[in-house]
Each structure stands twice: as structure tokens, then as C-alpha cells.
T-cell receptor, first 114, second 110 residues
Framework: KQEVTQIPAALSVPEGENLVLNCSFT??????LQWFRQDPGKGLTSLLL?????REQTSGRLNASLDKSSGRSTLYIAASQPGDSATYLC?????????????FGSGTQLTVLP | DAGITQSPRHKVTETGTPVTLRCHQT?????MYWYRQDPGHGLRLIHY???????DKGEVSDGYSVSRSKTEDFLLTLESATSSQTSVYFC?????????FGPGTRLTVL
């Protein structure tokens, strides 16, 4: 059974700092890995998607990497801002049953202090 | 938000009562999903649908049933709610390689 772990569970940093969020998964047979953002009381918003054949994806100040062989992904946030405060979840897409499915980590709650 | 709405957005009910949550989408997506989110567990898949009247179980399906009689609506039913089903429930659709999520329903079972 695929398991996804995110460390740390919570992180607090001062504004302007570069930071790394970690995600690990137990089974390398994945289609892709995605990073989502969740604001309090809201749904999830997709940030970056890395296909299994890719090593990284970038969007603005965000860069996500994928090392499928070691079962690890990182989300790098450059020059953090208070508006980046949210919970970040990673999820791997696997094949199961009649559809592809996402297995989620429990998230890292990020607070960026002004 | 890929045109996904959930209703109700908040509900408080009592143990043993039936509850139905509705997910509605406007863009004719084939795949729809129901998740629950609990502290320390991330999101866990309850059931999903791959077409009208085509559904399958996810990781935490016990105590839940679903129905999809038309493309745009995916219903999640708790036949007899229990306190362990207090959670936030999210609906999602699949488009290309990612999923888009609704705003969630916060359900409290007393």
C-alpha cells in the first residue's frame, strides 16, 4: 500500500527566507506527483505537477523536484512571503481499481512571519 | 475551481441519522471523487465514479455509499451517521493529469 509522508508537520519562518518542504512515498510505481496548497477553510489548489519521467517543475518562486528511485520530492519556495502561509500537501497518483487515484500526505503547515 | 460546488457547506447532525452530501459539476467531467480530511491524515479517498452509475470504493469506504445518476451530480450518503464520520468532505473532478477540488463540506455528528 502506498504511503506518503511529509516532514515537518509545521514550519515557521521569517519573511524572505528560502525554504524546503519534504515529501516521501513508499512505492515508486507512480504516474506523477503533485503539490497542492490549502488555505484555512478552503479546498485544495494544484501548484505543481511532476510526471514520473520528469525531474522537476518550476512555477514562479516555486520549484518541485522528484527522485522516483528514492521515493522523495521536495518543494522549494524562494523568498517566502506572508501570503505563502498555508498548508502544503503532496500527493502521488497511482493506478488502482477503475481509475487513477491520489494518495495524499498529511501536509506541512507553513507560517511566514512578517 | 473547475465549476465544482458542494452542498451543504456546513451540517450538524445527530448520531444515527442519514446524511447526503451533494457534489455538482458543470463541465461534463467523467471522473469524480469523494475524500474526507481529518487532522493528521491528509485526504483519504472514500469512493469515486468513472461514469454515470459506475462507482468504486476507495480507502475508507465503510459506512458510506455513493450514487451518480447523471454526469453532473455525485452524491455521498452516510446511511446512519456516527461521530467518527465528523470530518471535512471534499469532492473532486479529474481533468488531464490533475484533480480539482470543491470548497468542502464540514460535517459534525453529535
Amino acid at each position: 500500500k502506498q504511503e506518503v509522508t511529509q516532514i515537518p508537520a509545521a514550519l515557521s519562518v521569517p519573511e524572505g527566507e528560502n525554504l524546503v518542504l519534504n515529501c516521501s512515498f513508499t512505492d515508486s510505481a507512480i504516474y506523477n506527483l503533485q503539490w497542492f496548497r490549502q488555505d484555512p477553510g478552503k479546498g485544495l489548489t494544484s501548484l505543481l505537477l511532476i510526471q514520473s519521467s520528469q525531474r522537476e517543475q518550476t512555477s514562479g518562486r516555486l520549484n518541485a523536484s522528484l527522485d522516483k528511485s528514492s521515493g522523495r520530492s521536495t518543494l522549494y519556495i524562494a523568498a517566502s512571503q506572508p501570503g505563502d502561509s498555508a498548508t502544503y500537501l503532496c500527493a502521488v497518483e497511482i493506478s488502482s481499481g477503475s481509475a487513477r487515484q491520489l494518495t495524499f500526505g498529511s501536509g506541512t503547515q507553513l507560517t511566514v512571519l512578517p | 475551481d473547475a465549476g465544482i460546488t458542494q452542498s451543504p457547506r456546513h451540517k450538524v447532525t445527530e448520531t444515527g441519522t442519514p446524511v447526503t452530501l451533494r457534489c455538482h459539476q458543470t463541465e461534463n467531467h467523467r471522473y469524480m471523487y469523494w475524500y474526507r480530511q481529518d487532522p493528521g491524515h491528509g485526504l483519504r479517498l472514500i469512493h469515486y465514479s468513472y461514469g454515470v452509475k459506475d462507482t468504486d470504493k476507495g480507502e475508507v469506504s465503510d459506512g458510506y455509499s455513493v450514487s451518480r445518476s447523471k454526469t453532473e451530480d455525485f452524491l455521498l450518503t452516510l446511511e446512519s451517521a456516527t461521530s467518527s464520520q465528523t470530518s471535512v468532505y471534499f469532492c473532486a473532478i479529474s481533468e488531464r493529469y490533475t484533480q480539482y477540488f470543491g470548497p468542502g463540506t464540514r460535517l459534525t455528528v453529535l
